[in-house]
Structures are given as structure tokens and as C-alpha cells.
């Protein structure tokens, strides 16, 4: 797992050997380490707090937890926050408040506090999550497992809209950065919707190579998946695939992040997770 620090200067990696590591993006130095994470086995998720100050990271075991984080890129005071019992598969960190969601290989959905004051859930997918969403403003969030879109409540856990999703394998989702799209990767293809009504927007098809990973540049109008050793950059303005980074690998790319700025791409080639591919991305 790969997330980008707000101001793009630190990478956070989670490993399967349960290890989790902060990186310096433009010397590649490793700042701060935590080592056999047990409680979490493989690092399967990670994501930085709003302010910079903080890190979440979840894995296999359902386990959640927190580190703040130094001036130097240092993690101090780990603690624990709400667990599942399946393994988490999706994590966001909301950019407006201290709330945390996760969503699990169960379908369940969890949201809290950094503190743990307040705790919600939902039972609301049937499969693994693979997106979240939560709102800039307001209280309406989003997730989906690839066959539906649910829209439910902050406040109340309740479900206010669900649609239906073309039943594909799908692989990996993500939404834009305003909540008005979400790309969903199923087999070779990567397909666009309005998350207004579902209804499906656009469809790109990389050939014969599947596509295992996917995010939205920060404005929206582009998206990147992971194929076999290449990353694809779409562009959702000209229906055109707008550029191919090879990553040097021979396996999928099943982790990628794009920094908050949308201009660096940072991915794992390789199932083994031993090299971290950090990129300048192209603007036209």
C-alpha cells in the first residue's frame, strides 16, 4: 500500500512482511520505520491525516492503528482504533474532521474518531470494499465493492441511495476527488460512471492486460491504472490513453498513488513489494 503525505514531500508504504516504512520522495530515504507489525500482518492500507500529522494503517488481521507523526518523518505513539474481523481492503481519512473509514473484505464499514469517542458502522455491501468516499461538506459518503454504489449517511448509518453496477471481476475502484465519478477496473477494461445514478460514462480497454489498480488525478479529468509493468494514464476529456509508464516490472501493479498535486506517480511493479517506482507525470 502507497499514500502520499498532504504536502507530497513523504511516501508512507505498507509491506506484506509487516513492515511500515516513510519515505523521503525526493532522495528515496527511509525516515522512520515500524517492523513485525503483527497485530496487523500485511500492511495492506495506509493513508496520512488532513494535517500531515498523522498516519493510519490497517491490514490482513482487521487490526487499525495510528501513529502521529514528527517534524522528521518520525512515527511516535502508536495506538489502536476500532477493529474489523475480516481483513481491511479500503481506508480514507477524512480531510475535513478527525474521521476514519475502513471498509473490510466482509463488506462492513467502519467509521470513528481519531480518539475513538465516536464509532459507527454499516452493513451495507456483500462483498470486499473497494472505495470509499467521504464529503468534503455535508454528510453523504459513498463506497462500493464493483457491483454497487451505496450513498449512506455520516450522521445517521443510514443508506440513502444504492445502483446497481454491470456484474463484472471488478479488481479495483476509486473516486474523483469531488465525488462526481468512479472508476471501477474489471478485467482489461477501466470503466467510468456518474455516481449521481450509477449510470455508466465511459470505457477504456487496454488490450489484453489486465488492470489491477486505479486513481483519479487530483482534478478529475485523468485517471491512471496498473497493468502488467506499465501504468496507463486516461485522459477523461479526449477518451484517449494519454500515456504508458513502464515501470520496469514483469507482474501487475496492484498499488499505486498519485500525489496530492497530481504531478508524481508512485507504484510497486512487482508482487514482492521490494521497489517503490516514483514518477514525474506528464501535463499537456
Known amino acids: 500500500s502507497l499514500a502520499f503525505a498532504p504536502n507530497g514531500a513523504w511516501l508512507a508504504a505498507g509491506k506484506l512482511d509487516r513492515t511500515l516504512l516513510i519515505l523521503d520522495v ?11 507489525l503483527d497485530a496487523i500482518h500485511a ?3 495506509v493513508a496520512f491525516t488532513s494535517d500531515g500529522q498523522g498516519v493510519v494503517a490497517a491490514g490482513s488481521s482487521g487490526a487499525v492503528y495510528r501513529w502521529a507523526i514528527d517534524d522528521d518523518g518520525v512515527l511516535v505513539d502508536g495506538q489502536t482504533m476500532e477493529p474489523h474481523q475480516a481483513s ?7 480531510s475535513a474532521s478527525s474521521l476514519v473509514m475502513t471498509g473490510s473484505a466482509a463488506g462492513k464499514l467502519i467509521w470513528q474518531s481519531h480518539d475513538r469517542s465516536e464509532l459507527q458502522l454499516l452493513n ?6 473497494l472505495a470509499i468516499y467521504l464529503p468534503r461538506t455535508g454528510t453523504e459518503a459513498m463506497a462500493t465493492d464493483g457491483r454497487k ?9 443510514r443508506i440513502t441511495a444504492t445502483s446497481d453496477l454491470p456484474h ?7 473516486f474523483s476527488h469531488d465525488g462526481s465519478r468512479m472508476a471501477v477496473t474489471a478485467g482489461y477494461q477501466v470503466l467510468i460512471f456518474d455516481t449521481t445514478n450509477g449510470t455508466s460514462i465511459q470505457t477504456f480497454n487496454a488490450g489484453h492486460e489486465l488492470q489491477w489498480s486505479v486513481a483519479f488525478d487530483p482534478d478529475g479529468q485523468r485517471v491512471i491504472s496498473g497493468g502488467r509493468g506499465f501504468a496507463t494514464l486516461w485522459n477523461l476529456e479526449t ?13 501487475y501493479i496492484q498499488t499505486l498513488a498519485i500525489s496530492p498535486d497530481g504531478t508524481v506517480l508512485a507504484a510497486v511493479p512487482a508482487a514482492a513489494g521490494q521497489t517503490v517506482s516514483v514518477l514525474r507525470i506528464p501535463r499537456t
Not at 239 to 251: I, N, V, Y
Open 149 to 157: 454504489l451505496l450513498h449512506f449517511d455520516l450522521a445517521s448509518s
Open 168 to 174: 463484472t471481476a471488478a479488481l479495483s475502484a476509486a
Open 88 to 94: 481491511v481492503t479500503c481506508l480514507e481519512v477524512d
Open 124 to 129: 451495507g455491501l456483500s462483498r470486499k470494499v
Open 239 to 251: 477518451d484517449q490513453a494519454e500515456w504508458r509508464f513502464d515501470l520496469g516490472g514483469s507482474l
Open 26 to 36: 525526493q532522495t528515496g530515504q527511509t525516515l522512520s520505520s515500524r517492523e513485525s
Open 43 to 45: 500492511v495492506e492500507q
